[in-house]
């Protein structure tokens, strides 16, 4: 039987691009000297991972197998000569029991100016516990390190990652742009301070979906220049709540707009949806903000505004707060508060909360019905809203 030409033709094309292809350069850190028992100091070995990767002309795989592996603080730096890094992580990485080895760094494991960095999979250990015991027992500790941060990047995917026990932030993002997050999961006690589960800020394009946080700190916070961020089907508890702030530490700081929070569970929080500033000066802002679709499960503030913000409440400004708020919609909110004012606007004198809005909202106390307390705050409600609006 004789093959058509056009058939042969197209056979011997196929033949020679299957054989042009490169196979995807990949870099095992055992390989280059990593140990799997958790104890051995594998440093060197990520960062020689790294910059074999980082140096390649074509995308690339930083592969670490299943083990715990020791490292301190490492950063990952561009410019690279690729914008497509892949690290698959099936083991554990270890942060350094001793928290001094760490705790003034700022950050443990740090991407700097990357582009094109996909993390999969894997457990970061922060090992924080003893931080926090020194924290909390009031004793003069280090601050404390991140686990995971990136700056001033973007084209960011982080899909399947563990965070437990951080001694700060668990995941932070500042300076970037279009970061992707899905099937995160992040844990530490409820007492553990400053625990926060991600925190954004001054970047654009942040989507976190399907995660759950479980903190002694906000399970995700917003920060001074985030826009476009989209959040949905989180699970929050222990913890602070989703907050944006705090806000207006600083007389010239960036606005937060263009916020959607959809689908979330609140479990035993201190707060639900917060927005937080401070009682000063400041040329911020917070604009255009949806929170919409949440169940309540004895959040203790399940819907809060406080413009008067000061945790220690010592030091305190005392001043009026110059951030501007409008803008913000409560939809389809669920649930039974912790106390009994479930609905709080506490806004600025000078600059009232404006475009507030209450859309479905059913909130008890204790089965009976809640109450909602307005400071300077204006705005609409819709539908069945209890307890009923103050607005």
């Known amino acids: 039987m004789v093959m058509p030409m056009n058939f042969l033709v197209l056979l011997v094309l196929f033949m020679i691009s299957f054989s042009c292809v490169k196979a995807i ?6 390989q280059l000297g990593a140990k799997t ?19 390649s002309d074509q995308p690339a795989v930083i592969y670490v197998p299943q083990g715990r592996y ?18 698959r992580i099936y083991g554990t990485l270890v942060a350094p029991s001793d928290y001094n080895v760490i705790g003034n760094s700022g950050t443990w494991i740090m991407f700097e100016s990357v582009i094109g960095i996909t993390i999969s999979g894997g457990t ?8 926090w015991a020194c924290k909390n027992a009031g004793q003069n500790c280090p601050t404390g390190a991140s686990t995971l941060g990136f700056s001033n990047s973007e084209n960011i995917v982080i899909s399947g990652l563990k965070s437990l026990n951080s001694q700060l932030f668990h995941i932070y993002i500042n300076g970037c742009q279009n970061v992707n997050m899905r099937g995160v999961s992040i844990a530490a006690a409820s007492n553990s301070p400053n ?18 946080i479980k903190t002694g700190d906000d399970c995700i916070s917003i920060g001074p220049g985030a826009s476009n961020l989209w959040f949905e089907h989180i699970i929050c508890g222990p913890g602070h709540g989703i907050s944006i702030g705090s806000l207006g530490k ?53 819907i809060v505004i406080d413009q008067n913000y000061c945790p220690s409440q010592s030091d305190c400004p ?24 479930a609905v709080k606007f506490d806004c600025s004198s000078e600059y009232p909360c404006s475009d507030i809005r209450l859309e479905n909202v059913q909130l008890t106390y204790q089965n009976q019905p809640a109450v909602s307390s307005c400071t300077n705050a204006a705005g609409t409600s819709y539908g069945d809203v209890k307890p009923s609006s103050c607005l």
């Not at 950063?75 to 000569?81: D, L, P, R």
Request: aromatic share 8%; glycine share 12%; with cysteine.
């Open 318 to 341: 005392g001043k009026v707060s110059g951030v501007k708020i409008n803008g913000v919609t409560y939809s389809n909110i669920y649930g039974s508060s912790a106390s009994e004012v």
């Open 37 to 55: 028992d958790g104890r051995t100091d594998s440093t060197k070995a990520f960062l020689t991972a790294w910059a074999n990767a980082c140096s």
């Open 70 to 87: 020791l490292i301190g603080n490492v950063q990952f730096s561009g410019k690279c000569n690729n914008n497509h890094i892949m690290i």
């Open 124 to 131: 970061l250990d922060g090992q924080g516990s003893s931080l």
């Open 195 to 212: 625990t926060d589960g991600i925190h954004v800020q001054l970047s654009t394009g942040v989507t976190i979906r399907r995660a759950t």
């Open 250 to 302: 600083d007389s010239q700081e960036q606005g937060v707009q263009n916020v959607t929070v959809k689908t979330v569970t609140f479990i035993g929080t201190q707060n639900g949806f917060r927005i937080k500033t401070w009682g000063r000066q400041s040329n911020g802002f917070v604009r255009g903000v949806l929170f919409q679709g949440a169940t309540m499960v004895n959040a203790y503030n399940p």
């Open 25 to 30: 350069p990949t870099y095992n850190v055992v």
